[in-house]
């Protein structure tokens, strides 16, 4: 167990941002799924737009590598253009 205040506070804080980081994660793939089962175009692309920003924004926070979240804009995005 730590001995110092400042790492007991550090443990504190580093679980705080990983539920945070875990919750984001876990959205972002929800929607993901949500897309892949949508039919119609017009509902696809909307919710393309905002799936490619959740995984924007946890690429840049290094929750995901950016090469998975190019990855999975580009399957993504030919899939809506598939429809």
């Excluded at 007991?8 to 949500?34: E, G, H, P």
């Excluded at 175009?41 to 959740?54: F, H, N, R, Y």
């Amino acid at each position: 167990m730590a001995n110092h205040k400042s790492a007991l506070k550090r443990i504190r804080s580093d679980k705080a941002k990983y539920l945070r980081n875990r919750y984001q994660a876990k959205s972002t793939r929800t929607m993901i799924k949500q897309l892949r089962n949508t039919t119609k175009k017009s509902d696809a692309q909307d919710m393309l737009k905002k799936v490619s920003e959740m995984l924007d924004k946890l690429a840049k926070r290094n929750i995901i590598h950016k090469n998975k979240a190019a990855n999975n804009k580009s399957k993504l995005t030919q899939y809506v253009n598939s429809l």
